[in-house]
């Protein structure tokens, strides 16, 4: 996790030095700080009810986040939260989103490329349309906002609040 946030890290700072580019500002605002909480919430509650209502998503999102979960520890569920929404939502919504162009295609994009990342095996493919659909969520906020901040937010929030869902069902299964 650490590794990829670094890699996506360098990948984003490599593309603005070799294409220099207007990165999407991030302005701290309480107003957009909560309209990422309550997209993180949004995007959260609809991936319960997916999980709940769709058994191929159920099972692709378990095959994936047991990859990533499983062998981490309660306090490790904090740098899961930040380390990824921070590091792809630089990358994708901070430098790609902008070199594409804040419009349709720059959207697509990089709602596509955040999905393809979440691709661990073919079998993966539920999980990797949710992803893709999250990124184009991820990506519109930012373009409607005109601040990082937004997908950030919503990024952190949802994979903490998945993360810890996830590590309860472990403990205690149904």
Known sequence: MGVTAVVLLV???AW????PTKQLPMTLSWYDAGLGMALGGGITLASALLYEGWGHYRQSADEYLKIVLQPLRWPDLLWLGLLPGL???LLFRGVMLPAIGLNGLGILV???????LHLSSLQQWPYVVW???IGLLLALSAVLTGNLLVPIVAHVVTNLASSVVWKLRQVNPA
């Open 131 to 133: 992803a893709t659909v």
């Open 16 to 19: 603005l030095y070799f294409e």
């Open 11 to 13: 990948i984003a700072k």
């Open 110 to 116: 990089s709602g596509a490329s955040f999905g393809v």
């Open 87 to 89: 590091s792809e939502e």
